[in-house]
């Protein structure tokens, strides 16, 4: 990772989201980096940044590093594979040996690099990562990402029922004394990653274990992830698990791991009831969109239109290995295309997603859980992308959100040419 100059300009066809319904497009325009925050974005250079350095990116786009809200990094081995099956079944044949085989940390090593140089090489700025539940295993993983120059959250899973004994913690307390052993490994450790407590979701997680992860949360003041309402057979477990909820996500809430003071990334929420919904907003509980993987393991259609119209926090997950690719722009595409089909065959009355909405989700949407982070409105802090497109020939002039709905669609990740975190460059 290259540091940069403490100040300096980017020059070329900016495109960011102010909201969820404005994408401003500033053509041969400039951003200014300072100190590694947004300056503002300017048809024409300030006095007072004349001279600064200023790398001119020519017709290229630049845009706010994209934010992949959900991925299991263990799981990216096998992405592209198994997907004949719904989630608890696709769960106990692919994910759980796979996931098992990291107790070996050569294997770690090896699997963890192949993932994180992809992640690196993708539009991706910012992560929230499910590891396993092996500590050792979990460090090395931060280790790499913090390498790579990619700002991300990781967590350790805990699970300690309903799971193969060769991924199962033997206890509660044994499951909580191991996540404090690698939070303390690892508190001082790094500038990029850092924690967040990760229960795999209700149906692998005892009462007893999510009251201890409650106190560790209060202990260290983490975030968490997890899984709610992503597949029927799911939801219909956690009932017989829990009767006496009303919904999903009460579970959480009850062992106080529901948003509030614990900022909290729930995936999927495909078929979240409207009192889990109101729950989510009176919460401040974000929403990972996951529109890949919901089709690959036959989950459904989240309904993302209506979590928007509500003012939900929403914002976009690959979820490898449930999804097949890494790319948020496929997220942003996927998200799209649903949409469409939720309109068509599930709600008339319910929009589907614009090119916009899907850019804001990819971005300052799910941006908005690491800070001010998926924007160039000055403060935020400076994640950029910039995309040479020029191997996309077209046979008339395109405009500079025409170009970038196009790459949104169709980019293979060879139109990225350059990407910044906090204002260093990664490449």
């Known amino acids: 990772?290259?540091?940069?100059?403490?100040?300096?300009?980017?020059?070329?066809?900016?495109?960011?989201?102010?909201?969820?319904?404005?994408?401003?497009?500033?053509?041969?325009?400039?951003?200014?980096?300072?100190?590694?925050?947004?300056?503002?974005?300017?048809?024409?250079?300030?006095?007072?940044?004349?001279?600064?350095?200023?790398?001119?990116?020519?017709?290229?786009?630049?845009?706010?590093?994209?934010?992949?809200?959900?991925?299991h990094a263990p799981q990216f081995a096998f992405r592209g594979l198994g997907m004949d099956l719904e989630l608890l079944e696709w769960l106990n044949i692919n994910?759980?040996?796979?996931?098992?085989?990291?107790?070996?940390?050569?294997?770690?090593?090896?699997?963890?690099?192949?993932?994180?140089?992809?992640?690196?090489?993708?539009?991706?700025?910012?992560?929230?990562?499910?590891?396993?539940?092996?500590?050792?295993?979990?460090?090395?993983?931060?280790?790499?990402?913090?390498?790579?120059?990619?700002?991300?959250?990781?967590?350790?899973?805990n699970m300690d029922r309903n799971s193969p004994d060769y991924l199962c913690e033997k206890s509660s307390v044994q499951s909580a004394a191991d996540t404090r052993r690698w939070i303390k490994n690892t508190s001082e450790k790094y500038k990029n990653v850092k924690h967040i407590l990760t229960p795999r979701f209700i149906p692998s997680c005892t009462d007893e274990l999510m009251r201890e992860l409650s106190l560790i949360q209060k202990e260290f003041n983490l975030p968490l992830q997890s899984h709610l309402s992503e597949n029927l057979k799911e939801i219909a477990f956690v009932k017989e698990l829990c009767p006496d909820i009303k919904f999903y996500g009460k579970a959480y809430e009850n062992a106080g791991l529901f948003g509030g003071e614990c900022r909290t990334i729930m995936a999927h929420c495909v078929y979240s009831t409207d009192e889990e919904i109101d729950l989510m907003k009176e919460k401040g509980v974000f929403v990972a969109h996951?529109?890949?993987?919901?089709?690959?393991?036959?989950?459904?259609?989240?309904?993302?239109?209506?979590?928007?119209?509500?003012?939900?926090?929403?914002g976009l997950g690959s979820d490898i290995a449930g999804g097949f690719s890494e790319s948020i722009f496929r997220a942003m595409s996927d998200a799209i295309q649903v949409s469409k089909l939720y309109w068509r065959y599930i709600d008339p009355a319910v929009k589907p997603l614009t090119v916009d909405e899907a850019f804001y989700l990819g971005t300052k949407g799910g941006g908005a859980f690491f800070g001010k982070v998926g924007s160039f409105e000055a403060g935020y802090e400076f994640d950029a992308v910039v995309l040479d497109d020029r191997n996309l020939p077209h046979p008339q002039e395109l405009n500079t959100k025409q170009r970038l709905e196009r790459l949104i669609y169709i980019s293979d990740g060879s139109n990225i040419i350059s990407k910044y975190v906090s204002g260093n460059k990664v490449f």
């Open 1 to 71: 990772m290259e540091m940069e100059d403490q100040i300096y300009a980017m020059r070329g066809n900016i495109c960011f989201s102010r909201d969820k319904n404005h994408l401003e497009v500033v053509d041969k325009g400039y951003v200014v980096c300072d100190k590694g925050k947004s300056a503002g974005v300017f048809s024409q250079l300030p006095n007072c940044y004349l001279n600064i350095p200023c790398r001119d990116y020519s017709e290229a786009l630049i845009i706010p590093g994209l934010i992949d809200l959900h991925v």
């Open 95 to 157: 994910a759980f040996p796979e996931e098992a085989r990291f107790e070996d940390l050569e294997y770690a090593k090896k699997s963890y690099a192949i993932f994180t140089e992809a992640l690196k090489k993708s539009a991706t700025t910012r992560a929230s990562v499910f590891a396993t539940l092996h500590v050792e295993a979990t460090q090395i993983l931060m280790d790499l990402i913090e390498a790579s120059g990619i700002t991300a959250l990781v967590g350790k899973v």
């Open 290 to 314: 996951c529109p890949g993987s919901n089709i690959n393991l036959a989950s459904g259609i989240a309904p993302i239109r209506t979590y928007l119209d509500r003012d939900l926090f929403v």
